[in-house]
């Protein structure tokens, strides 16, 4: 029962840590080619990956590169 109790709590943790480590839950809305556009469900960033579950980091906050 101990054991169970542990792996409980360290399943949880685990839990927290990763929603920490990448809180945003990217949703594919376009893009044909090599870059597919994603817009995240919890900050509305929106962002491009050739990855097919979306960006490994969050985009939030970035500003528009300078010309």
Known sequence: MPIAIILVIAVFIGLLWYRKRNPCRWERI?????????RCKTCG???YSARYDGPEQCKKGLEPPAL
Do not use: T
């Open 30 to 38: 376009g893009g044909k080619g090599a870059l597919k556009e994603f």
């Open 45 to 47: 960033a929106v962002a």
